[in-house]
């Protein structure tokens, strides 16, 4: 045994989450579907045979629920998602699957744990995340843009793109089809 009584694997999505309890000592498995709400999270992990050692996969929902369970004396390394063993040839996968999954990779002591950051580290990381998100959605707009006026056979010879001058010369622009100038309306050029 590893130090715990029962090794337990969330699956935690935004809107649910999927507990699996494994009992190492009954071979039990106890299962719930839970709120993504803390508190009910913990109040569910308390009622396990303890001690309770839980993880779940580091991913989009972050870390406040590993810093909850902290806080509440709960050990939960969160695991590297590219670190876990994969069953392989498994092609259904399920939230029940992937929890009990996770609790037996626990209980074996064959979680890599990602470090859980600080609320400020964390809030500094979903503001570059967020920054990198729109220079990527800047970048992709932009080229749709110059790649629908390559379709028609229009092209910017003024200097440097997407300076002043070049969205002065965008607005400009006239395409002979309604569709392209105005999204659908009636007249060309209006």
Known sequence: MIGQRTSVGLDVHAR???????????????RARLTPA??????????LPGPVKVT???????????RALAAAGIECPVAAPSRLLRPSGERVKTDAKDALHLAQLLAVGQ????????????????????????????????HRVTHLLLRQGIVYAGGTPWTREHENWLRTQRFAWAALQNGGGSSAGS
Do not use: K, N
Not at 16 to 30: A, I, N, Q, W
Not at 57 to 65: D, K, N, R, W, Y
């Open 111 to 142: 979680v890599t744990a990602v470090t859980v950051p600080d609320e400020e580290t964390e809030a500094a990381r979903d503001l570059v995340r967020a920054r990198d998100d729109v220079r990527g959605d800047l970048m992709s707009a932009r």
């Open 56 to 66: 779940y996969e580091a991913g989009p929902t972050g870390f406040g629920l590993a």
């Open 38 to 47: 803390h508190e009910q999270v913990i109040d569910w992990l308390r009622s």
């Open 16 to 30: 649910s989450v999927v507990g699996c309890g494994l009992d190492v000592h009954t071979g039990e498995v106890l």
